[in-house]
C-alpha cells in the first residue's frame, strides 16, 4: 500500500541499507585526504609565506589521482598477501591504501614547510597517491555491492560523506589552527601541526568501516569470460606456457581487456566520449587551486572562509548534488550535464566581482553559494553519465580511467595558475577559467546527439 500510494517514501527505504549506510562512512574516507594536499595545504603554504608560484606547482601533487588508471589493473586482479584471504580483494586493497593515507598524514603534521618544503611534498604525494587507490578501490567496490538500481543511492550517500569530509578537511582544519594560533598576523607551524594530526586521527572512519562491511561479489559475464579464455587460448597456440603464459593472460585480462571492452562497445564513439571527460570539470578545477590564495589576499580571516567556503559552500554542493539528481531523474542525464557544464563556468565570472569588492563578506556568502550549487548540479550528473558508461566487468579499471582522464589535464593546467595570476591579475584569472569551459558545451552538445542516436 505505502509503495502504491506514497512511492517516494518507500524509495527512501532505499537508505537503511546496510550498504548504502556504509558508503557513507567510506565517503567520509575519501573525501578526507583531497584538501589535506590541494586547497587546506595551499592556505597552510600560503601563511607560511611560500611563493604562489611554487604553490601553484605544488598542485601537481594532484595528478596522482589522474594518473590512477595506471595501477587500477593491479587494484582489480591483485590479491595482496594474507588481507585479500581474509578480507578480499576490495577491502584488502582499502584497508592499506587507508593506513597509508593515516601514516603520511602524520608525516606531514610534523614537517613544517619553511624547515622542509621537499618533505612536505614528498609525504602529501604519498597521501595523494595512497588516496587515489582508495579511490580505485572503493569505486569498484560502489560498483560491485549493489545492483543497478541501488546505484544511485550509493553514489548519493558517498557524496553526503564526501562533502562531510571535505567540511572537516577544510573548515575543520582552518578552526582547529585558528582557535590555537596565538596571533594570526605571524606564522606559526604549531596549529597546523595539531590540526593534521587530529586529521590523521579521523582516518579511523573509514578503516573501521572496511572491516565491517562485506565483500561484494564481483559479476563477471560470459561474453567477458569467454574472450579472455580465447586470448589464453591463443597465447597457449603461439608456443607460451607455464608462468610466461600465466603472466601474458593476466596482463591481457586485467590491463588490455577493460579498454579493449570500451572501445568495442562505443567505437569512434570513444574518443568523443573521452575527451568530454578530460574537459567537463575543467572550470572549477583549475579555478579551485588559487582559491584559497585569493581569499587570503582579499583579506579574509581563517574564521570567515571556513564558515563561508569550508562550510556553508559544501552545504550548497551537497543541495546541489540532490538538485542535480533530480533534475537527472526528470530532464535526463545529458541535459542536466548540459545545465552543470554552464553554471560552472558562467559563475566563475562572480569571483572577477568579488575581487573587485574586496574584504565582503555578504558577496563572499553569495558568489560561494552559487558557485558550489551549481558544482554539485554537474557533479550529479557526471557520476551519473560516468556510471552508465562502466562495464561492471572492469569495474576498479574503467572507472579509474575515467576519473583519470577527468583530472589529467585540469591539474596540469592548474600547476601555472600561481604564474598567470602574478602576470595579469585576479580578475582576468577567473575570466579565464570561465572561457575554457566553453568547448565543454560544445562536446556535451556532440555527446547528447550521439546518445539521442543510441535511443
Not at 563572499?364 to 553519465?385: P, W
Amino acid at each position: 500500500m505505502i509503495e502504491k500510494h506514497h512511492p517516494w517514501l518507500a524509495a527512501l527505504r532505499i537508505y537503511a541499507h546496510p550498504r548504502v549506510v556504509g558508503m557513507l562512512f567510506l565517503g567520509f574516507s575519501a573525501g578526507l585526504p583531497l584538501l589535506l594536499v590541494l586547497g587546506t595545504l595551499s592556505f597552510w603554504l600560503s601563511e607560511a609565506g611560500i611563493a604562489r608560484a611554487t604553490i601553484g606547482h605544488l598542485s601537481w601533487v594532484g595528478l596522482a589521482y589522474g594518473f590512477k588508471f595506471l595501477w587500477s589493473p593491479l587494484v582489480d586482479r591483485l590479491n595482496l598477501p594474507i588481507l585479500t584471504a581474509r578480507l578480499g580483494r576490495r577491502r584488502a586493497w582499502l584497508l592499506v591504501s587507508q593506513l597509508c593515507i593515516a601514516a603520511a598524514l602524520l608525516g606531514m603534521a610534523n614537517t613544517d614547510p619553511v624547515l622542509n618544503l621537499t618533505h612536505m611534498v614528498w609525504f602529501a604525494l604519498a597521501v595523494a597517491f595512497a588516496s587515489a587507490t582508495q579511490d580505485i578501490a572503493l569505486d569498484a567496490y560502489r560498483i560491485e555491492a549493489v545492483e543497478i538500481e541501488k546505484q544511485g543511492a550509493m553514489a548519493a550517500t558517498y557524496q553526503a560523506g564526501y562533502r562531510m569530509a571535505m567540511i572537516t578537511a577544510g573548515a575543520g582544519v582552518l578552526w582547529i589552527a585558528a582557535s590555537i594560533d596565538p596571533s594570526e598576523a605571524t606564522y606559526d607551524y604549531r596549529p597546523w601541526q595539531v590540526a593534521y594530526t587530529i586529521m590523521a586521527g579521523l582516518m579511523l572512519v573509514g578503516i573501521v568501516t572496511t572491516l565491517i562491511i562485506r565483500e561484494p561479489e564481483k559479476k563477471v559475464s560470459a561474453i567477458t569470460t569467454e574472450r579472455e579464455v580465447h586470448a589464453r587460448d591463443r597465447f597457449a597456440a603461439a608456443g607460451l606456457s607455464g608462468g610466461v603464459l600465466n603472466a601474458t593472460a593476466w596482463v591481457y585480462s586485467a590491463v588490455l581487456s577493460p579498454f579493449i571492452d570500451f572501445i568495442q562497445r562505443f567505437k569512434w564513439q570513444a574518443a568523443l566520449i573521452l575527451a568530454l571527460i578530460a574537459v567537463y570539470r575543467i572550470s572549477d578545477i583549475v579555478m579551485g587551486v588559487m582559491s584559497n590564495p585569493f581569499y587570503q589576499e582579499m583579506g579574509f580571516t581563517k574564521d570567515e572562509v571556513a564558515t563561508v567556503s569550508k562550510v556553508y559552500g559544501v552545504i550548497m554542493t551537497i543541495a546541489g548534488a540532490a538538485l542535480g539528481g533530480l533534475l537527472t531523474m526528470r530532464m535526463g542525464v545529458m541535459r542536466t550535464l548540459m545545465l552543470g557544464a554552464l553554471l560552472s563556468a558562467a559563475t566563475n565570472l562572480l569571483f572577477v566581482w568579488l575581487a573587485g569588492r574586496g574584504h565582503d563578506v555578504g558577496a563572499l556568502v553569495f558568489t560561494i553559494s552559487a558557485d558550489n550549487l551549481s558544482a554539485g548540479i554537474a557533479s550529479s550528473a557526471f557520476v551519473a553519465y560516468l556510471s552508465g558508461l562502466t562495464n561492471q566487468a572492469y569495474s576498479a579499471t574503467q572507472y579509474a580511467l575515467f576519473t583519470s582522464v577527468m583530472l589529467l589535464l585540469p591539474k596540469f593546467i592548474a600547476g601555472f595558475t600561481g604564474e598567470f595570476v602574478d602576470a595579469y591579475g585576479w580578475a582576468n584569472f577567473f575570466t579565464g577559467t570561465a572561457l575554457i569551459g566553453a568547448p565543454v558545451l560544445i562536446l556535451v552538445w556532440l555527446a547528447a546527439r550521439m546518445h539521442d542516436k543510441e535511443k
